[in-house]
């Protein structure tokens, strides 16, 4: 069994995309793994399925391979718009697709919540962004919703996104993160990460992250001739950045960190180096802190093993 403080931190943390680069894997053979890894005794790591809403449709021919114990949880994924008209039009569209799913067979499939890029220009921290999102949330309902900005329209997405929030009865809007990519300049750097993790602790606004979180630590890696992200670091920065109001330098610090002698993991806390947060905090952190896509799960859970961990 995995220390209570590692489950605590990573517990339903990776929503699983296998069809992403560079994966990219076919419809079928996704929900395969993803029909195998709800089954397996790591479960407890696994997030939802991350699904384009265009994918919807196949997906319905598909679900035989789960059933009501074994259920699949869906991360609907809507387009890439660049204005408001065709960003209010897809809404509409993806609330449809999103209702048809659910509707389709409520024992195998359910809407774990959309994620989708905010056409920034029209959505800046002004009357007129929260006009758009006000009328999202009129379009969606209460369906939590995670959206995605640049790393350097963080800190300002978060603010608009806290102030929506907090005139809504339901404050499920939270913001998406990219991490990295296939390539190296695709990853932002350590310090536009930093904030980000941040300035969502001083707001209260749910987090989650995509792309380049492979592996538990910071490290180079040769495919993308960069360093990527560890997702230990990413998980772990947030929530001890919320819980000892870190700055974003000190956050960039763990973000940076490549010593897996610097993480600490125990049945009654976790720790990066000096800095500790006990279970029953941590579980309160991750409410805002929520998942990270991967288009691997096997990749996480084998660098585990190979840390002792798991």
């Known amino acids: 069994m995995p220390a209570a403080s590692l489950h605590a931190l990573l517990a339903q943390s990776i929503d699983y995309a ?8 076919g419809l079928e053979p996704a929900l395969q793994n993803q029909a195998e890894y709800v089954r397996s ?3 407890w790591m696994l997030g939802a399925f991350v699904l384009s809403i265009d994918q ?3 997906a319905k021919q598909l679900l035989s391979k789960f059933d009501p114990l074994h259920p699949l ?3 609907a994924l809507g387009p890439k718009t660049g204005n408001i008209d065709t960003f209010l039009d897809a809404l509409e569209d993806a609330d449809a697709a999103i209702r048809s799913l659910s509707r389709h067979n409520v024992d195998l499939v359910s809407i774990s919540h959309l994620e989708m890029f905010l056409p920034w220009d029209n959505a800046s921290p002004s009357a007129t962004g929260l006009a758009l999102l006000d009328e999202a949330r009129s379009i969606l309902g209460d369906l939590p919703v ?3 900005a640049p790393p350097n329209k963080a800190e300002q997405t978060i ?3 806290a102030e929506h929030n907090s005139n809504a009865e339901l404050a499920t ?8 990519g296939v390539t190296a300049d695709a990853f932002p750097n350590s310090t536009q990460i930093a904030k980000a993790l941040v300035t969502p602790a001083t707001y209260q606004v749910p987090i989650k992250f995509t792309a380049g979180l492979h592996h538990p630590l910071r490290q180079y890696r040769e495919e993308v001739q960069t360093k990527m992200y560890g997702f230990l670091n990413v998980l ?8 000892h109001r870190w700055n974003a330098d000190q956050t960039a610090v763990m973000l940076e960190d490549e010593k897996a002698d610097s993480f600490s993991f125990t049945d009654e806390f976790f720790a990066w180096r000096e800095w500790k947060i006990d279970i029953k905090r941590l579980q309160y952190r991750r409410t805002f802190v929520v998942s990270f896509g991967s288009c691997s799960f096997d990749e996480p859970r084998d660098d585990l093993r190979a840390l002792n961990l798991l």
């Open 18 to 25: 296998g069809m992403f680069p560079p994966c990219s894997l």
């Open 236 to 243: 772990g920065a947030a929530v001890l950045a919320a819980e």
């Open 41 to 43: 005794p790591d479960a």
């Open 173 to 180: 809007f939270g913001y998406k993160l990219r991490t990295g």
């Open 146 to 148: 995670f959206w995605e």
């Open 73 to 75: 949880r869906v991360a």
């Open 159 to 161: 603010a608009l996104l």
């Open 56 to 58: 919807f449709n196949a």
